[in-house]
């Protein structure tokens, strides 16, 4: 069983910043570097939506509402990836879930609460 464990969330509030972690300490190395990372969000009584992925390759994709606020990053030495969170919004408020794609299997972290709110 996957174990993905995130970190990071908090109260904020609006033009603050949060930096998310995710750490993923009981994988292979190698499928590590291989992997693409990625966070989602969900707010109540929204779907799950992405916020942003890295390749193993270090390729990047941005939701259009994290583009230029957000930033994805990447430690394979550490089994870790980040997302910073600047200028943040009310409606960024959701819980952040950690994903890993690896080998057609998507595993999920916990789940970490961003509030947003003065």
């Known amino acids: 069983q996957a174990r993905l464990v995130e970190s990071g969330g908090g109260l904020v509030q609006p033009g603050g910043s949060l930096r998310l972690s995710c750490k993923f300490p009981t994988t292979i190395l190698s499928t590590f570097w291989s992997s693409t990372m990625g966070w989602y969000r969900q707010a109540p009584g929204d779907l799950r939506e992405l916020v942003a992925t890295?390749?193993?390759?270090?390729?990047?994709n941005y939701a259009d509402s994290a583009r230029g606020r957000f930033t994805i990053s990447k430690d394979n030495n550490k089994r870790a990836v980040y997302l910073q969170m600047n200028s943040l919004k009310p409606e960024d408020t959701a819980v952040y879930y950690c994903l890993r794609r690896y080998g057609g299997n998507d595993d999920w972290g916990q789940g970490t609460q961003v509030t947003v709110s003065s």
């Open positions: 890295i390749t193993g390759g270090g390729e990047v």
